[in-house]
C-alpha cells in the first residue's frame, strides 16, 4: 500500500501523458512554451481567478508575492505555527518576520481569534508593521475566510492565500486560490493536483499584478524587450513539459479526481467517527484532501499507533513534528505573542492516513480495522 499513489494515477493516464511529453520533447520549446500559457487560462478558469501566472514551485510563488508588495525587514506577516515551513522561510528570505498564529483544532487552519490577538499585540508593541496575513488551507481544507478577510479589511492587512495543499477547493462554491490579494499554489507531485517535479503558480484578480510576476518570475525582464530589465526578479519558470503533463492531470482531477478523494474521506469517517477525532468539515466547505488526518489523544498513542500501523504495512506521515515557532531556523526571532498551545497540541497528537484518489474501499476497511484493533 502506498500513502500517496502516484504510480497508479500514472498508470490510468499513460498514453496521453507519454503523448504530451513526447510532443513537448520533439517541439523544443522547453521553457514557458506554449503549454505553459495554456495551463495559465485552464487554471484560472478552473479556480475562477482573473489571472494566473505559473513559476517554479510553490515557495517561490509566496517569495515572489512577498516581493512585488516590498515585504522586509521591519514588516509583520502573520503565519499559522502549523504548516509547512515552506509558509515561513518565504517571509524569512525576505527579511521580514513572521508572526506565529496559533489554529484551531477543529479545522487544523489559522484561528481568527488568535489573529487578532497577533496583530493587537503587534500594533501595541510597536516594533514592527503588520503587513500581510497569510492564511494556509492546510491539509487541503480553506481557511476561515470569511473572518479572515474581516479582519484584514479591519487593520488593512494584505492577505497572501497559501493555497498549496488546497486547489480544487472551495467555500459555498467559491474556489481556493480567489481568497487572497494575491494566492499561491504548489504542483509538487503529492499536491492535490502534481505535476513530475516542481512547479507552482500565482493567482490574482489584477492584471497589473500578474503583468509584473510574469516580468518577476523571468529576472524581471521586460515582455517587449528581453534585454531591458525592469524589474528585480527571480529566474523561477515553469517547465514547458510540467505545464504538458499538467494539462493532463487537471483533467482528470475536475473529471473525477476530486469526487473520488472526497468519496474516500467520507468512508474514513463513517468508519472511525467513534474512535478517533476526524477531520471536521464546516459547512458549505469542500476539501481537496491533500491529507487526512486524524487526532489521537496524546503523543504516546499517536506514536504507538504508527508504529502498529507500520508493522501491519499501512503507511502513515506525522504532519507536522515540530511547530513554527520551535523550528532550529527560527530561534533568533522574537518571542510568540500569543499562546500557540494548539499548534503544539497537533504536532504531538496529528496522524495522517494514506489519501489518494485511487485507494479503494478494501484498503479503507483494513486501514481503519487496523486502527480500531489497536486502539479498541
Ligand atoms: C508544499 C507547500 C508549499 C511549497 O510548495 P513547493 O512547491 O514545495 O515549493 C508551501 N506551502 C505549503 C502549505 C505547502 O504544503
Redesign the pocket.
Known amino acids: 500500500m502506498e500513502f500517496r499513489d502516484l504510480k497508479k494515477q500514472y498508470q490510468m493516464l499513460k498514453e496521453e501523458i507519454d503523448q504530451a511529453i513526447l510532443d513537448v520533447v520533439k517541439d523544443g520549446n522547453y521553457i514557458l512554451g506554449t503549454q505553459v500559457s495554456q495551463l495559465e487560462d485552464e487554471l484560472s478558469e478552473f479556480s475562477g481567478s482573473k489571472h494566473c501566472v505559473c513559476c517554479g ?4 510563488a ?1 517569495v515572489l508575492a512577498l516581493m512585488y508588495w516590498n515585504i522586509g525587514p521591519g514588516d509583520a506577516v502573520f503565519v499559522p505555527d502549523f ?2 515551513f ?2 515561513v522561510t518565504c517571509i524569512l528570505t525576505r527579511g521580514a518576520e513572521p508572526v506565529f498564529v496559533d489554529i484551531d483544532l477543529k479545522t487544523f487552519n489559522m484561528d481568527p481569534n488568535s489573529l487578532e490577538e497577533a496583530v493587537l499585540n503587534v500594533t501595541r508593541e510597536g516594533r514592527i508593521r503588520p503587513r500581510v496575513i497569510m492564511p ?1 488551507d ?1 491539509f487541503g481544507l480553506p481557511a476561515d475566510y470569511g473572518r479572515i478577510l474581516e479582519i484584514a479589511r479591519k487593520y488593512s492587512l494584505l492577505v497572501l492565500e ?1 493555497a ?2 488546497s486547489f480544487g477547493a472551495s467555500i459555498n462554491g467559491r474556489n481556493t486560490c480567489t481568497f487572497g490579494d494575491i494566492s499561491t499554489t ?3 507531485p503529492s ?1 492535490p493536483l502534481g505535476c513530475y517535479g ?3 503558480a500565482l493567482f490574482t484578480g489584477s492584471r497589473e499584478i500578474a503583468d509584473r510576476l510574469k516580468s518577476m518570475r523571468f529576472l524581471g525582464r521586460s515582455v517587449a524587450d528581453q534585454y531591458d530589465n525592469i524589474n528585480i526578479g527571480l529566474n523561477s519558470r515553469l517547465d514547458t513539459l510540467q505545464a504538458a503533463i499538467l494539462l493532463k492531470k487537471l483533467r482528470a482531477f475536475k473529471e473525477y479526481e476530486l469526487d473520488c478523494v472526497n468519496r474516500i474521506a467520507e468512508y474514513y469517517s463513517s468508519l472511525l467517527k467513534n474512535v478517533v477525532s476526524i477531520p471536521r468539515i464546516p459547512e458549505d466547505f469542500y476539501s481537496s484532501w ?1 491529507q487526512y488526518t486524524i487526532l489521537l489523544e496524546n503523543e504516546a498513542q499517536r506514536d504507538s499507533l504508527k508504529d502498529y500501523l507500520s508493522t501491519s504495512g499501512v503507511p502513515s506521515a506525522v504532519y507536522y513534528p515540530r511547530p513554527m515557532h520551535l523550528q532550529k531556523a527560527c530561534e533568533g526571532l522574537a518571542t510568540p505573542l500569543v499562546s500557540l498551545a494548539n499548534s503544539v497540541h497537533a504536532s504531538k497528537c496529528a496522524l495522517s492516513l494514506p489519501m489518494h484518489p485511487y485507494l479503494t474501499d478494501e484498503e479503507v476497511e483494513m486501514i481503519t480495522t487496523t486502527i480500531i484493533e489497536h486502539i479498541g
Not at 57 to 60: P, R
Open positions: 514551485n510553490g515557495t517561490d509566496l504548516t509547512c515552506a509558509s494556509v492546510l497559501d498549496a495543499q504548489s504542483f509538487f499536491k516542481d512547479g507552482g491533500a
